[in-house]
């Protein structure tokens, strides 16, 4: 059974940078499957951030694109994110999760997921 | 691609059907479509993938249907825990890969 697991800093300060890791335990990296970030400020509704594949190929939502860096570390079985000039709308539910593996060229559906790790953008 | 989903809050008795509608801003290639639960404090959970194949699991009171730009889950007698929040997502056209804005299923 596929686990995953987020960790970083619950607390960043406005206009600096959030950091993320995602574990990934009970399956490789490298299998075939993209690798995901998806977020969910308090209230609201899911949002995709962007996704990375083992070989480093990535796809971001084309709204954070220029603040967004996916990378992946095979060595340690873990991906991470990192958000640059981050404001109070950054606050969220950070998730990350793994698609089905179906669609090839980019992910698809999410099978399993992280349980999420709450990010607070104040000062 | 937008996602809208209806209704916003869908509140029905234990037991009831419930039919909840997911509709695309332009079609869906391939009918790649995915529905979630999600409960509170919880990450979501897969449920339905490429609009009709149900996730490892799922049960058969859970069922989706659709193409090209509407679809829909349809939950056939509900469960207790079967009050959540549901949301559609396509990763027809990506990126970004999207998702709707969810409707409440809520015990009336």
């Known amino acids: 059974q596929v686990q995953l697991q987020e960790s970083g800093p619950g607390l960043v300060r406005p206009s600096g940078t959030l950091s993320l890791t995602c574990a990934v335990s009970?399956?490789?990296?490298?299998?075939?499957?993209?690798w995901s970030w998806v977020r969910q400020p308090p209230g609201k509704g899911l949002e995709w951030i962007g996704e990375?594949?083992?070989?480093?190929?990535?796809n971001y939502n084309p709204s954070l694109k220029s603040r967004v860096t996916i990378s992946v570390d095979k060595s340690k079985n873990q991906f991470s994110l990192t958000l640059s000039s981050v404001t109070a709308a950054d606050t969220a539910v950070y998730y990350c999760?793994?698609?089905?593996?179906?669609?090839?060229?980019?992910?698809?559906?999410?099978?399993?997921w992280g349980q999420g790790t709450m990010v607070t953008v104040s000062s | 691609i937008v996602l809208t989903q209806s209704p916003g809050t869908l509140s029905l008795s234990p037991g009831e059907r419930a039919t909840l509608s997911c509709r695309a801003s332009?079609?869906?290639?391939?009918?790649?479509l995915a529905w979630y639960q999600q409960k509170p404090g919880q990450a979501p959970r897969l449920l339905i993938y490429?609009?009709?194949s149900r996730a490892t699991g799922i049960p058969d009171r859970f069922s989706g249907s659709g193409s090209g730009t509407d679809f829909t889950l349809t939950i056939s007698r509900l469960e207790p825990e079967d009050f959540a929040v549901y949301y559609c997502?396509?990763?027809?056209?990506?990126?970004?890969?999207?998702f709707g804005g969810g409707t409440k299923v809520e015990i009336k």
């Open positions: 999760a793994r698609d089905l593996g179906i669609t090839g060229t980019t992910g698809s559906a999410f099978d399993f």
């Open positions: 009970g399956g490789s990296i490298s299998s075939s499957n993209w």
């Open positions: 990375i594949y083992h070989s480093g190929s990535t």
């Open positions: 332009q079609s869906v290639s391939s009918n790649y």
């Open positions: 490429g609009a009709s």
């Open positions: 997502q396509q990763y027809g056209s990506s990126p970004p890969l999207t």
